[in-house]
Nanobody, 110 residues
Framework: VQLQASGGGLVQAGGSLRLSCVAS????????KAWYRQPPGGQRELVAV??????TTYADSVKGRFTISRDNAKAWSLQMNNLKPEDTAVYYC??????WGQGTQVTVSS
């Protein structure tokens, strides 16, 4: 199973980006869908997760600004609005607490 993350880029503070993650390989669906991020010099941290029942959880730092959504059984997105410089990080998607995407860079300029 491989996860492909995309959608990162450079944006000014207050702007928006949408990240996407698509799973491929011998899997029918991804039940638990998540996004993590790792800021420069920092540790990887959970940003948002969506469970199979649709329940979502967000890091306090992104509540009200980021939204995780299911696109289909093997794809999901992270809509990021009102971005801040502190959101600058490499963003990774993770599926079923097992599979990791390769990461996509998000840089927010002030």
């Amino acid at each position: 199973v491989q996860l492909q993350a995309s959608g990162g880029g450079l944006v000014q503070a207050g702007g928006s980006l949408r990240l996407s993650c698509v799973a491929s390989g011998t899997i029918v669906s991804i039940s638990s869908k998540a996004w993590y991020r790792q800021p420069p010099g920092g540790q990887r941290e959970l940003v948002a997760v969506m469970l199979r029942n649709g329940r979502t959880t967000y890091a306090d730092s992104v509540k009200g600004r980021f939204t995780i959504s299911r696109d289909n059984a093997k794809a999901w997105s992270l809509q990021m609005n009102n971005l801040k410089p502190e959101d600058t990080a490499v963003y990774y998607c993770m599926g079923d607490s097992t599979y990791w995407g390769q990461g996509t860079q998000v840089t927010v300029s002030s």
